[in-house]
């Protein structure tokens, strides 16, 4: 199946992310804290100058920890300063509800490639868009899987993002929060630039373009050897 969006690899497991792009699948890596959590990453600064030395020519999304603009711009800067691929991942909001454009735009203005994270909403995709610098470029993150996961169709918020983000120039927008494999073909159809996969649901892509048919052999079989291996049987009157 042929498509237009990126794919990137959203994790903080190296050994995930050197197994995927050892098998060409994904453009980029995206991380965040919830992420490096789950991973037990201890030393974040560790792991950010192996991964980039890792993937030195590839994209590569970290975030900043920080919650007043003053700590976001300190540590934007350290982050930004990591390779030349990286891009800062900065929230739309801070967890006061008070916005973060300030802080995206003197990074913006400065030349830093900004990821605006943790969108939901199109009044904060416009947020975003209006804060980037279009020399510069940057990353619209929407997350539609979290959209998703209230009940609400996020097809119809990631069309208006798309026409929203590319009114101007070198603004790409992201699919984030990917929940499954057919969220690669929505990324795909609502003109989206990128979507960021978990290593669980990239390795599922191999199946797109499979005959549904052979979808239901291959089910059954998996449900024979799991019953031999069980060594279940169920009596029955001879």
Not at 52 to 68: K, L, M, R
Not at 91 to 103: E, F, H, K, L, Y
Not at 127 to 137: E, F, I, Q, S
Not at 142 to 160: E, I, N, S, W
């Amino acid at each position: 199946m042929k498509l237009n969006v990126k794919v990137y690899s959203d994790g903080a497991q190296l050994d995930d992310m050197k197994a995927v792009a050892a098998k060409g699948l994904v453009e980029g890596f995206t991380t965040n804290p919830s992420l490096m959590k789950a991973a037990g990453i201890t030393d974040y600064l560790a792991f950010a100058q192996e991964a980039v030395a890792t993937f030195p020519d590839q994209s590569i999304s970290f975030e900043v920890f920080g919650n007043t603009p003053e700590r976001m711009l300190a540590e934007a800067k350290v982050l930004a300063g990591l390779g030349e691929h990286v891009a800062v991942k900065v929230p739309i909001i801070r967890a006061s509800g008070d916005d973060n454009t300030a802080v995206i735009t003197a990074l913006s203005d400065a030349g830093v490639q900004v990821n605006v994270t943790a969108i939901t909403t199109l009044s904060e995709v416009k947020l975003a868009v209006d804060a980037l610098n279009p020399k510069t470029g940057g990353i619209v993150s929407v997350f539609a899987g979290r959209v998703a996961d209230t009940g609400v169709d996020p097809l119809p918020l990631m069309k208006q993002s798309a026409a929203l983000c590319h009114a101007k120039a070198n603004v790409e927008l992201l699919w984030a929060s990917t929940r499954e494999s057919i969220n690669v073909v929505q990324a795909d159809e609502t003109g989206c630039d990128i979507i960021t996969v978990p290593p669980k649901i990239l390795n599922k892509l191999d199946k797109f373009g499979k005959d549904a048919f052979q979808v239901s052999v291959d089910t059954v079989k998996t449900f024979d050897q799991d019953i031999a291996e069980l060594g279940f049987t169920i009596p029955v009157a001879e």
